[in-house]
């Protein structure tokens, strides 16, 4: 019957032939994502009705304060996560090291990357913030997890998506074919396809980025910025700046508008030399998705779903969007422009 709106499962299962990656068991990985998904997406919009907001008084492996909703989401997606069978060990932003499914536990072979609340900082403003995740194999026949297996290049996922909590709950996400997004009918509860087969277009009309950091940044960097703003640039006018402060929000209206969204290596923390984002848990699953979507990401030299990681924590500068405008931005950090 027309109207009724197609599930994701329904969209996986339509589409399990096209994607090599979609089998029976990423279905499951992913339908307990999104249990998952409900259950912070309700904590987050009724956090400003109970004591969920404000502070554990923890601090994380980044170093940052940890509020309760991050902790919350954290601990829900390693609850659920633990319990899909299909998992055999994950990495969040919010843990130091790798979390290994206990072995009394049914497992297989996906490894599972997420930060579990992006955009925390926003989270009492009542800005729109999200879930990161990105899904690999393990390669390794050893019969363990060790950090190595998490420590693999972007290109190598065999899915990656975000859920963005705001005036509705979306998921989008791709296994390596096409992007596409889904809308939560929360009267219902499920995620129905709302967005199919999302594509960015080749240049932009905003960038993004803290121009706050001004002081903090190379020369080069400078003169990327100076050109989105710049009447000299290919619109023959500056770009509008928008930035939200929230990596998922400022990407997906990116993503559905076109734009340019960078986090460039600053000075400003020594502890921090190659920007604040996270390669495997922030920015290797949106260059995946923009891959799919004809965006491009780059570090300002290279592609991102090319650099093979060191550190489970790994920072990166990011240039990340509308492929012309990424590669105009990449041109000058290379000083071919
Ligand atoms: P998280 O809440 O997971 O720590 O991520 C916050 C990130 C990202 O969402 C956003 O783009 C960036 O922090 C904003 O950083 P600045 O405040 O330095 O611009
Ligand atoms: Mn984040
Ligand atoms: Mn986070």
């Not at 027309?2 to 994607?19: A, D, F, Y």
């Not at 277009?201 to 993004?208: A, I």
């Not at 502890?271 to 995946?288: I, T």
Request: glycine content about 8%; some cysteine; proline content about 4%.
């Amino acid at each position: 019957m027309k109207g009724l709106g197609i599930t994701v499962t329904e969209h996986l299962l339509i589409h399990q032939k096209e994607s090599p990656a979609a089998t029976g068991r990423l279905t499951r990985l992913l339908q307990e994502l999104i249990f998952a998904a409900k259950i912070i997406s309700r904590e987050v919009n009724k956090a400003g009705l109970v004591d969920i907001l404000g502070l554990t008084g923890d601090i994380n492996i980044q170093g940052e304060r940890v509020r309760k909703l991050d902790d919350f989401a954290n601990h829900v997606l390693i609850y659920r996560m633990e319990r899909t069978g299909v998992v055999c060990a994950m990495s969040s932003e919010e843990n130091a090291d790798i979390i290994p499914v206990p072995e009394d536990m049914h497992q297989e072979d996906y490894l599972l990357t997420f930060d579990p609340l992006d955009g925390s900082s926003n989270i009492d403003a009542n800005v729109n913030i999200g879930t990161i995740f990105s899904i690999h194999r393990k390669v390794s026949d050893r019969p363990y997890v060790t950090l190595d297996d998490f420590l693999r290049r972007g290109s190598k996922q065999v899915a990656a998506g975000y859920f963005i909590y705001g005036p509705s709950t979306m998921l989008v996400y791709t296994t390596g074919k096409s992007v596409n997004g889904f809308t939560l009918d929360p009267s219902v509860g499920e995620f129905l396809l709302s967005h199919q087969n999302i594509t960015i277009p080749e240049r932009g009309k905003v960038y993004s980025v803290n121009e706050a950091y001004t002081s903090y940044w190379d020369e080069k960097t400078k003169r990327v910025v100076d050109y989105f703003k710049s009447q000299e640039n290919e619109r023959g006018k500056p770009y509008a700046a928008r930035y939200i402060g929230s990596f998922v929000a400022d990407f997906h209206r990116n993503l559905l508008y076109g734009g340019i969204f960078m986090y460039p290596a600053d000075k400003k923390d020594p502890a921090k030399p190659r920007g604040k984002l996270r390669l495997l848990c922030e920015v290797a699953p949106m260059a995946y998705i923009l891959e799919q979507a004809g965006g491009a990401a780059t570090d300002g030299e290279q592609n991102i779903l090319d650099i093979k990681p060191s550190a489970l924590h790994e920072r990166v500068p990011v240039f990340m969007g509308s492929k012309l405008d990424v590669e105009k931005a990449t041109n000058i950090m290379q000083g071919k422009d």
